[in-house]
């Protein structure tokens, strides 16, 4: 919590007492209100509540209060509890003492009757101090707690968007080289594309946003590397509809979906065994993601490494309230429907 507001519990206490003070001494002083008579009282009242209260108050404060929190013992809080209001009291009991002598507490009832409402107020001001800490601690933790999961969330997100799968960049780099001596040609060209990939994982998701063009130039590359691994070039369909000028993502939200599917297609002999479609309305962007898929192998729970429940996580930091992320697997059919709104 913020020095400001401690500080502005504490003078809040403090003024409502004085007030408190203030209207029992008006409401005592109504029909006699002697210079004198009110002088006296008001020196009184000062010691006998003022004084006890606030040695009380910062006793309890600093003193019971941690006192619990380090040995978690309830009896040792109350013990220094009883000691600090008594200490308190005591300081009242002989600030009233040396001014006014002991003959004006024996006006309770007796000198020890005196010295126990003493010990009372302070008591009372002391409970008050440790509900003011107690919801101060309770309000910081809460607010550390809340910090500390949006850093670990920060880093999950920083996890993924650092995430380049191993078995994709060695199976590339094995594929173009066998294709040197094929065709040196394409061979520089899916180079170049593993290069632009490789550039874009270490420069452009470093900011928060970027172009949904860029976005999409990664996917193509990427799906054109992937197609080196097999000779069947239709096993996956990619559409774009829609505008993507001026429209923004973050990045590397998309590419984990994909992923998945290229790791998880059951059989990269069949036509448009995978289905990548990107569609860029007015106001939001949709995305599907279909592939086939193996049904008696264990059901797809990560994608490149990272499972849903993260991605999930990564998606609510990124767009609060503005997607809707819809996974399915029915049969061989595995399935990803992501709709941002307002990107």
Known sequence: MK?????????????????LILLMLGVFFQNNAEEQRVNYYFGLIFRM?????????????????????????????IGYALLGSILAASVGYVGVASRYGTACLSKTGSALGGFLLITFVAFVSGVVALVIQGFITWF???????????????????????????????NTINNIDVLILKNAA??????????????????????????????????????????????????????VEGSLGGKTIAPMVLIPFIENAFKHTGNKKLENAISVSICSREKSIEFSCKNRINPNKTSLSNANGLGNELIRKRLNLLYPERHTLAISQQGNLYQVQLTITNP
């Not at 420069?203 to 928060?208: P, Q, S, W």
Request: glycine share 4%; aromatic share 16%; charged share 20%.
């Open 49 to 77: 509540a003022v004084v006890p209260s606030v040695i009380g108050f910062y006793l309890f404060y600093f003193l019971v209060f941690s006192t619990y929190v380090r040995t978690r013992k309830l009896w040792i809080a």
């Open 140 to 170: 910081s933790e809460i607010k550390l707690k809340e910090a500390l999961a949006q850093k670990n969330h920060e880093m999950e997100l920083a996890l993924i968007k650092s995430q380049l799968d191993p078995h994709f960049l060695f």
């Open 3 to 19: 020095r400001s507001l401690i500080i502005g519990l504490h003078a809040g206490f403090w003024l409502c007492y004085c007030l």
């Open 186 to 239: 394409a061979a520089s060209s899916y180079l170049n594309q593993l290069s632009d990939i490789m550039r874009f994982m270490l420069y452009e998701t470093k900011t928060n946003v970027i172009p949904l063009t860029k976005e999409v130039e990664y996917i193509e590359k990427y799906i054109a590397l992937q197609k080196i691994r097999t000779t069947n070039q239709g096993y996956i369909s990619f559409l």
